[in-house]
């Protein structure tokens, strides 16, 4: 997909890949493409992972991580704040993991 996006709105450079990245917690993965979602795993447009890395437990509740998204995460990530480069499904996962 990197191939396909003009390097312009990459920043004027060229990568590898434009890799998404999702988090996959309490038997679902979630992920943010332009909304904030919650998926079966494998279910996401994206197709199979490339590579899943296991980070470890949780001491978070799914409820504690629902309220998290709620109050905290749809602030920062909805429809108007996306952005390729700035605000996308990877800022979207590292901050979940921080909560988690």
């Not at 197709?47 to 504690?64: I, M, N, Q, W």
């Not at 709620?70 to 901050?95: A, G, I, M, Q, W």
């Amino acid at each position: 997909m990197a191939r396909w996006v003009p390097p312009s709105l990459l920043g004027g450079r060229r990568f590898e890949g434009v890799w998404h990245t999702g988090v996959r917690v309490f038997g679902k993965e979630f992920w943010f493409g332009g909304i904030i979602l919650e998926s079966g795993f494998g279910e996401s447009p994206f197709g199979k992972p490339a590579r899943v890395l296991s980070l470890g437990r949780s001491f978070r509740t799914r409820d504690e991580l629902i309220e998290f998204i709620r109050t905290d995460l749809y602030v920062e990530y909805n429809p108007k704040t996306y952005d390729v480069l700035r605000r996308n499904c990877n800022h979207f996962s590292n901050e979940l993991v921080q909560f988690l």
